[in-house]
């Protein structure tokens, strides 16, 4: 198989705080991870791509100084979001790849935040 | 620019009415296209992938094809348990990122 696992499931915080989440592969080892957001009946709309040992590629629009991630090793990212704000409640979900480079995404189960 | 149109948005069946969900896509060079469904307040879940046109791929009682600019998603008998969003998404060959389109909603009535 292949097991993406996130954490937490949900998570509520006060706006201005700081909330960070978890992406693990389980079984296998993932170079590249992808986070993306989606609003309820919405698509995901990726957000950015996460690189082990280098720094993230955001894509247009997205603010880097809001979303930190980091993928400190073949198995995990992560990504914090800083000073939250109602705006950024949402359900977060990542993503890896078995093969580099091409084939389907796993997923994990997503993180729903709210900001109160 | 890349991008997937899925339609309907939104689909209410009868158990056992076959029906049929459409992905149109438009990528400079399809490295790959991808169904998934969702299950509400969850992750997406691989069903399958597919290639090149022609290709058609089989789970259960879904079925997947593939032109050069269109995917269809076709669902035979259907049950209840398949109720769930059904996200369509490609891959360029230029570079790593999946694009999804908006999904269509299916809705199965027992």
């Known amino acids: 198989g292949a097991v993406v696992s996130q954490h937490p499931s949900r998570v509520i915080c006060k706006s201005g705080t700081s909330v960070k989440i978890e992406c693990r592969s389980l079984?296998?080892?993932?170079?590249?991870m992808f986070w993306y957001r989606q609003f309820p009946k919405q698509s995901l709309m990726l957000m950015a791509t996460s690189n082990e040992g280098s720094k993230a590629t955001y894509e247009q629009g997205v603010e880097k100084d809001k979303f930190l991630i980091n993928h400190a090793s073949l198995t995990l990212s992560t990504l914090t979001v800083t000073s939250a704000h109602p705006e950024d409640s949402s359900f977060y979900i990542c993503s890896a790849r078995k093969t580099e480079g091409g084939g389907p995404l796993h997923f994990g189960n997503g993180t729903r935040l709210t900001v109160t | 620019e890349d991008q997937v149109t899925q339609s309907p948005e939104a689909l209410r069946l009868q158990e056992g009415e076959s029906s049929s969900l459409n992905c149109s896509y438009t990528v400079s060079g399809l490295r790959g296209l991808f169904w998934y469904r969702q299950d509400p307040g969850k992750g997406p879940e691989f069903l399958f992938t597919l290639y090149s046109a022609g290709e058609e791929k089989e789970k259960e009682r879904l079925k997947a094809t593939l032109t050069k600019k269109e995917s269809f998603l076709h669902i035979t008998a259907p049950k209840p348990e398949d109720s769930a969003t059904y996200l369509c998404?490609?891959?360029?060959?230029?570079?790593?990122?999946?694009?999804f389109g908006k999904g269509t909603r299916l809705h199965i009535l027992p």
């Open positions: 998404a490609v891959q360029a060959e230029r570079d790593d990122k999946i694009i």
């Open positions: 079984d296998f080892q993932a170079t590249t």
